[in-house]
């Protein structure tokens, strides 16, 4: 019982480059989130999904795209990285919004942009 | 602007004493409130939730108190133990609003250290 995957677990970029985040969950739950955490920075939402093939913006979603092509896997994209992206990316999936079922996060992807 | 706020960065307190960690928030539509726990090189851990019609809930060593007068909660942790250095997350969401509204808005983190 993994819960929730991400890959990979840190990344070096260069200014102008892409790459992609994988999130992986097992536990079949509908709702998907990517956030970014900041030093000194709470977690902050990025894009988030309610259910396979829907997605929408969270709270800062400029220079990200995201795809919830099957239900266990959401990828977060950077087409073209900026230092302003480097950060730890932690996905997070849930049953339902945040009540009873709370969110379950994955380890975190620390991306490093040069 | 933030909506919510944990204005203390750091608490140390010695084992077996009461931790309080504190929380404030400005948007009186949140009616969901919770604390995660984060070590790390991990991601955050569920520890405790409090809906708005409570004042109190209690899980353990850990309890929450909800002041919606004050838009003020607090995380107690009693007895404290060293484990549970960590740093701590307050959460919020509006989840009877629907939509985006529902999406959690976390604070700034408050990193607890419990010395033996």
């Known amino acids: 019982n993994a819960g929730v995957t991400q890959t990979p677990k840190f990344r070096v970029l260069k200014t102008g480059q892409s790459m992609t985040l994988l999130c992986a969950q097992d536990m079949n739950h509908e709702y998907m989130y990517w956030y970014r955490q900041d030093p000194g920075m709470g977690l902050r939402l990025i894009h988030y999904?309610?259910?396979?093939?829907?997605?929408a913006k969270g709270e800062v979603p400029d220079g990200y795209n995201v795809s919830r092509l099957k239900k266990q896997n959401f990828l977060l994209g950077l087409e073209s990285a900026a230092p302003s992206q480097t950060s730890v990316y932690f996905c997070?999936?849930?049953?339902?919004?945040?009540?009873?079922?709370?969110?379950?996060f994955g380890p975190g992807t620390r991306l490093l942009v040069l | 602007d933030q909506q919510v706020k944990q204005n203390s960065p750091s608490l140390s307190v010695q084992e077996g004493r009461i931790s309080i960690l504190n929380c404030d928030y400005t948007n009186s539509m949140f009616d969901y409130f919770l604390w995660y726990k984060k070590y790390p090189a991990e991601g955050p851990t569920f520890l405790i939730s409090i809906s708005s019609i409570k004042d109190k809930n209690e899980d353990g060593r850990f309890t929450v108190f909800l002041n919606k007068s004050a838009k003020h909660l607090s995380l107690h942790i009693v007895p404290s133990q060293p484990g549970d250095s960590a740093v701590y997350f307050c959460a919020a969401s509006a989840i009877n609003y629907g939509g985006s509204q529902g999406n959690l808005i976390f604070g700034k983190g408050t990193k607890l250290s419990v010395k033996p």
């Open positions: 999904s309610v259910g396979e093939g829907t997605t």
């Open positions: 997070a999936s849930s049953t339902d919004r945040a009540t009873q079922e709370t969110q379950y």
